[in-house]
């Protein structure tokens, strides 16, 4: 997969979406209603940032139900990736808003994936059948 570096970091530029980003790296998937919570955004404004995310190739996401969850897209770089990491230790070395974020995250109720025999990855998406949500 081929990521445009400069989209990249044009999309790291902005703080919800490379704290959206990190997370994604930190839970593997997270529903809307997840990131929004966690990074105290509106539900509009989270969805805007997550399409020019998908838009840019660096997430991928599915539909559970009435849900739609996001992941970092399993075929991102290793530069890519390499680069989140590296941002996501310099983010928690040096504010607390990812930390708050991620206690926002842990102590969100009734959290998709807490459901007992709930897995995105087993759920089978149909992207010609469901489409985007965003």
Not at 17 to 25: G, Q, S
Not at 92 to 121: E, I, K, V, Y
Request: net charge neutral; proline share 6%.
């Amino acid at each position: 997969m081929m990521i445009d570096p400069d989209g990249f970091v044009q999309a790291l530029a902005d703080g919800t979406r490379l704290r959206a980003l990190v997370l994604l790296r930190c839970e593997e998937w997270l529903c809307v209603c997840e990131l929004t919570a966690a990074l105290d955004v509106s539900q509009p404004k989270m969805s805007r940032h997550l399409a020019a995310l998908r838009a840019l190739g660096l997430v991928d996401d599915a539909r559970i139900a009435n849900r739609v969850f996001y992941r970092l897209h399993p075929e991102l770089p290793q530069w890519a990736r390499d680069v989140l990491e590296r941002l996501a230790e310099g983010l928690m070395n040096t504010t607390a808003d990812l930390a708050t974020a991620r206690h926002r995250l842990d102590r969100f109720p009734n959290r998709p994936l807490q459901r007992p025999g709930f897995s995105p990855a087993d759920a089978a998406v149909d992207r010609g059948e469901i489409g985007h949500a965003v």
